[in-house]
């Protein structure tokens, strides 16, 4: 079946340094979204991507979808201490009903 | 404010014993999901559903049980089957049919369940 993969598992950066997680899928998808969980909290959406090659940017947060629609990168530009939680991505192949989600890259931002 | 309830938000529950975690929306949402999650771990689908008194296993369904007979909710009930329980749930929901680019679960706020 569909697998989903995040790497890093962890990062610790400094406050003011980058970040970039990395989702892979095994299959082509359709649809990937992302999604943050705060400590102690709940997933809440992000945002979700469609087409191949597709950048999307939320302020600091910038989003990426593969040309081949596999693989899907967030990118943090200067970390901020609110950054701190699990990032997850979703993926949803052709013959997917639901969206599968990866283990999860969770960020650390030392102040 | 349309979102998503869950209760209880602790439960505490003996071996042995069967347990209903509740879950409602108000988003008009034609899907819902139980997920569970260990520490440190990703999310894991036990059941969902897409329509009413339909519903459908996920990858760890065994020792859980759902129905849905109205479109706001959807209860969880852990049984005593489930070999270890004790482990985050999340219920969520998504519209997935009409017009609209926001297909993205809205997640509830969860419950934690641990077995005594």
């Known amino acids: 079946g569909q697998q989903v993969m995040q790497i890093p598992q962890y990062q610790h950066v400094q406050e003011g340094e980058d970040f970039t997680t990395y989702c892979n899928s095994s299959?082509?998808?359709?649809?990937i979204q992302w999604y943050k969980q705060r400590p102690g909290g709940h997933p809440v959406f992000l945002i979700q991507?469609?087409?191949?090659?597709e950048v999307k940017k939320q302020k600091r947060l910038t989003f990426q979808f593969g040309e081949a629609k596999k693989n899907s990168s967030l990118h943090i530009t200067a970390t901020q201490t609110t950054d701190v939680g699990t990032y997850f991505c979703?993926?949803?192949?052709?013959?997917?009903?639901?969206?599968?989600f990866g283990p999860g890259t969770r960020l650390s931002v030392l102040p | 404010d349309g979102g998503i309830t869950q209760s209880p938000k602790y439960l505490f529950r003996k071996e042995g014993q069967n347990v209903t975690l509740s879950c409602e929306q108000n988003l008009n949402h034609d899907a819902m999901y139980w997920y569970r999650q260990d520490p440190g771990q990703g999310l894991r689908l036990i059941y969902y559903?897409?329509?009413?008194?339909d519903f459908q296993k996920g990858d760890i369904a065994e020792g859980y049980s759902v129905s849905r007979e109205k479109k706001e909710s959807f209860p969880l009930t852990v049984t005593s089957a489930q070999k270890n329980p004790t482990a985050f749930y999340l219920c969520a929901s998504r519209r997935v049919w009409g017009s609209g680019a926001n297909y993205g679960y809205t997640f509830g706020s969860g419950t934690r369940l641990t077995v005594v």
């Open positions: 979703a993926g949803l192949d052709n013959y997917g009903q639901n969206f599968v």
């Open positions: 991507l469609v087409k191949s090659g």
């Open positions: 559903s897409q329509i009413v008194n």
């Open positions: 299959t082509t998808l359709s649809n």
